[in-house]
């Protein structure tokens, strides 16, 4: 007998067993269902009342008068002009998001980025043609159940990684740039070290490393000698200003600091704009002397 | 007299039984649908079917609860940057029970992830994407892939900074794909900005495009569903349409290795096994 032939015959005694052992629907299996539904709204509605109860109107009041145990109920407006912030998906792509960390821009970002999940994806649908056995029993698919465990354990450790991921704070990132102008050596360019409060606060730290601060995110290169590259003020300005005109369309595109003027450590306007200053520090950056 | 008022009752009963019938039985006759009902309720499951068996049926309340409250946060929800944030705080804050609808379509779209986890895990273990169930698989891994895609169109929508930038970020990972990356990405953002038409654009794919998508999926799967009914456990001493059933009474004992077991599984190549 052919192998469909006996899948085939097996499904008829399927059939058959079902119609003579089986029971009906309602009200069995039905009263489960119904049961695991209502388990499913109540557990919906508690998430959404912890949510509720425990944060407050303002963005702002997490961990000060509310303990936000389920998150705030919004962030700040979004503001295409500030990147003071941690791009963060929602906690089911964070497997995705940590995926990122592991691999290198340029060479292999890709495959974190489409290789990795587009591989994942054909498995997932092929997997009834890939597993063509009738065998169901758990203790005889040694292949199936080995597979299994490492998904769901290199899933969890990417999710959890993704969700412990260290962010640097702005306010961190700010303390230390005095020190960054000292091991660079621009301390005494007033622009570069306001260049240097741009990049702290700007949100670039939450992709890029700079002298040892920073996400390494998404593939971003450490920036600690971005100025020996010989790009220039000017050219680092554009790149800046419109990553994908140079190849780049994971940064996001900071051209809005161009309307921004600068200002120094004292208030002072410089008389030049955030996205200049941010050049010429990344210029002046040459690595640690 | 007491006969009497039992048979008078009697008969406002059967006056009371037609009345319910009369609408049933003319819907019946002209659609089919309560047959189908009936069959739908009372067709036979394996009687070894546990709970296991209720994280499909739980996934799909989680889909009803995201449907049902998406439509009441679209009545108040206003899709342009300038007034999308203020209307999520409207509803959050101000609006009676918001907070209730905004909160459990928040915190719903997660545990309907997970239950598409759950119920594809046990799927998996069951084995029960093996033949003839694996269009449905398939089907059911498309439905994964549109709960995913509803997570990351609904993530932008309140337009504060953590959609705005996860959404920044998000395009343009979607841009690093070869060749076709910046087509997508400019899809996605309906321009070369994320602004107003992005919102618009995630917006309808969010609450039109994708849910309709879902809905007739979720119709497909579960007309197979019914079609060719669901896998008992495979460690079910009595499961249906299992040949280790028979196994286990025919192997037992030293001599059943050698007795014809008609449908046991290594016997597939045994001409005359039938
Ligand atoms: C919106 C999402 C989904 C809904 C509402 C849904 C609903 C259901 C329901 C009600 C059943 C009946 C048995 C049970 O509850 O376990 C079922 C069975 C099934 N589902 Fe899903 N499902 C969804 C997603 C998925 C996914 C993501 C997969 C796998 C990739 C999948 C694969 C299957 C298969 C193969 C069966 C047959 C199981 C058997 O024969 O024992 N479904 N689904």
Wanted: hydrophobic share 45%; charged share 20%; net charge positive.
């Amino acid at each position: 007998m052919s192998a469909i032939d006996e899948r085939r015959s097996q499904f008829k005694k399927y059939k058959e067993d079902v119609k003579d052992r089986g029971k009906p629907f309602y009200p069995y299996a039905m009263f489960h269902d119904t049961v695991m539904s209502l388990v499913v709204v109540g557990v919906i509605v508690g998430l959404a009342s912890v949510w509720f109860y425990t944060s407050g109107e303002n963005p702002d009041t997490c961990g000060g008068k509310d303990s936000c145990l389920l998150g705030p109920r919004y962030s700040e407006p979004a503001d295409p002009g500030t990147t003071n912030f941690v791009p963060r998906p929602d906690w089911y792509f964070y497997f995705l998001f940590y995926l990122l960390r592991i691999f290198k821009w340029p060479d292999s970002v890709i495959l974190g980025t489409v290789g990795i999940p587009t591989i994942l994806l054909i498995i997932a649908f092929a997997l009834p043609f890939l597993d063509i056995r009738s065998e169901r029993r758990l203790s005889r698919r040694p292949v199936a159940v080995v597979a299994a465990i490492l998904v769901v354990i290199s899933m969890g450790e990417l999710t959890y990684k993704g969700a412990v991921a260290k962010e640097a704070l702005a306010s961190e990132v700010v303390a230390a740039v005095p020190q960054w102008a000292q091991r660079e050596g621009f301390a005494n360019d007033p622009k570069a070290v306001a260049g240097a409060n741009v990049f702290a606060e700007g949100g670039c730290t939450s992709c890029h490393t700079y002298l040892g601060t920073g996400g390494g995110n998404l593939g971003a290169p450490d920036l600690s000698a971005e100025g020996s590259k010989g790009k220039g003020v000017q050219g680092l300005e554009s790149y800046v200003a419109d990553p994908s005109k140079f190849g780049n369309t994971v940064m996001p595109k900071f051209g809005a600091f161009a309307s921004i003027p600068a200002k120094d450590a004292q208030g002072k306007d410089l008389g030049i704009s955030q996205l200049r200053v941010l050049a010429i520090f990344l210029d002046a950056s040459k690595g640690p002397k | 007299m007491a006969v009497s008022a039992r048979t008078r009752k009697s008969a406002r009963l059967q006056r009371l039984e037609a009345a319910i019938n009369y609408p049933i039985d003319w819907l019946e006759e002209r659609s089919g649908l309560v047959g189908g009902l009936r069959y739908f309720l009372f067709r036979k499951v394996p009687g070894d079917s546990n709970w296991f068996h209720t994280l499909g049926s739980a996934t799909l309340t989680a889909f009803l609860v995201q449907a049902t409250t998406g439509v009441i946060l679209a009545m108040y929800y206003k899709p342009e940057p300038k007034t999308a944030y203020a209307s999520i705080q409207h509803i959050t804050n101000d609006v009676t029970l918001g907070w209730l609808v905004r909160g459990m379509h928040k915190w719903g779209a997660s545990v309907f992830i997970i239950l598409l986890f759950f119920h594809m895990a046990r799927v998996f273990l069951f084995g029960a994407y093996k033949y003839p169930r694996e269009l449905n698989w398939i089907v059911g891994v498309l439905l994964l892939v549109m709960g995913m895609a509803e997570g990351f169109t609904g993530y932008l929508l309140p337009w504060d900074q953590t959609s705005y930038w996860a959404t920044v970020v998000g395009i343009n990972l979607n841009g690093t794909v070869p060749f076709l990356g910046p087509y997508i990405a400019q899809f996605l953002r309906g321009g070369a900005e994320i602004g107003p038409d992005t919102l618009a654009r995630f917006y309808s794919i969010h609450m039109l495009l994708i849910p309709g998508a879902i809905f007739a999926l979720i119709g497909l799967h579960l007309y197979l569903v019914v079609r060719l009914g669901v896998s008992s456990p495979p460690w079910s001493k009595e499961a249906a349409g299992a040949d280790w059933v028979e196994e286990q009474v025919t192997t037992n004992g030293r001599s059943g290795l050698t007795q014809p077991a008609a449908r046991s599984s290594w016997r597939r190549n045994g001409g005359d096994a039938e």
